[in-house]
């Protein structure tokens, strides 16, 4: 009778293991499947290094691997072929171990510049204070001042001038940052400079490139927000005494 007992136990406690195992998996199955995990994998191009913004795709051969990831976690932008980016480079930093996507690359033809309908995207190369100490960034309106020297015509007195050129000038991209090494060694460097790329109409592109070809340019950031301003004339010499 005692042996009876003990094996219905026995019977009943495996039962209930079995019971729960089918349980545990049923349940692992829905979370999966709340996960969108469906399992199996799928090629794509992974950074074994850190690639910089600005990298063409030609040049990153020795830091990119191909490898099967999930195919939960593959975007569907992911790079597909070794030559679908040729020609391209890249527009953001891309940190070691992440998959290559066709969105980190300029793949637009323009270069991955967001150019309003109408104007040009122009850069141009001034000095850190001339372009407000670094403080200009992507999507900032600038003003840009002009001086001249040596003016033919002009009394020597008035020779010289300074003009408000142009007024909320969109800044479409600037010059890379720098790794503090770079800033520290740029700081003993008075000949450092910065690249802005701006957004021009054809006749302020003209007016941009012959002040830079001629004399020399300013940058100004403008509040945001503020309505573009023209000056009340041009400022000379004899204007400040």
């Not at 992974?46 to 600005?54: F, K, L, M, R, W």
């Not at 980190?104 to 040009?120: C, E, K, M, R, V």
């Amino acid at each position: 009778m005692n042996n009876k007992r003990s094996s219905g136990v026995v019977v009943g406690g495996i039962i209930v293991a079995l019971l729960g195992m089918v349980l545990v998996f049923t349940y692992a199955g829905r979370v999966r499947a709340g996960a969108g995990v469906t399992g199996g994998a799928a090629s794509a191009w992974v950074a074994t290094n850190d690639i910089p913004a600005g990298t063409r795709w030609e040049d990153m051969a020795g830091a990119l691997k191909q490898k099967d990831v999930p195919a939960d976690v593959r975007p569907a932008t992911a790079v597909a072929t070794n030559t679908q980016l040729n020609g391209k480079s890249t527009i953001q930093s891309i940190a070691k171990g992440t998959i290559v996507t066709t969105t980190q690359f300029n793949t637009s033809s323009s270069g991955g510049l967001d150019i309003p309908a109408g104007q040009n995207a122009v850069t141009i190369n001034v000095g850190v204070p001339q372009a407000v100490a670094r403080y200009i960034q992507a999507g900032s309106e600038t003003n840009v001042y002009a001086t001249y020297k040596d003016l033919p015509g002009a009394q020597p007195a008035d020779a010289n001038v300074t003009k408000l050129l142009l007024s909320n000038i969109k800044v479409l991209a600037n010059q890379p940052m720098r790794t503090q090494a770079e800033e520290t060694a740029e700081a003993s460097a008075p000949a450092a400079e910065i690249l802005l790329t701006l957004a021009l109409t054809p006749d302020q592109a003209e007016q941009l490139i012959f002040a830079k070809e001629n004399g020399s340019i300013w940058f100004g950031l403008v509040h945001p927000g503020d309505a573009p301003v023209t000056s009340g004339g041009r400022t000379y010499r004899t204007a400040l005494v």
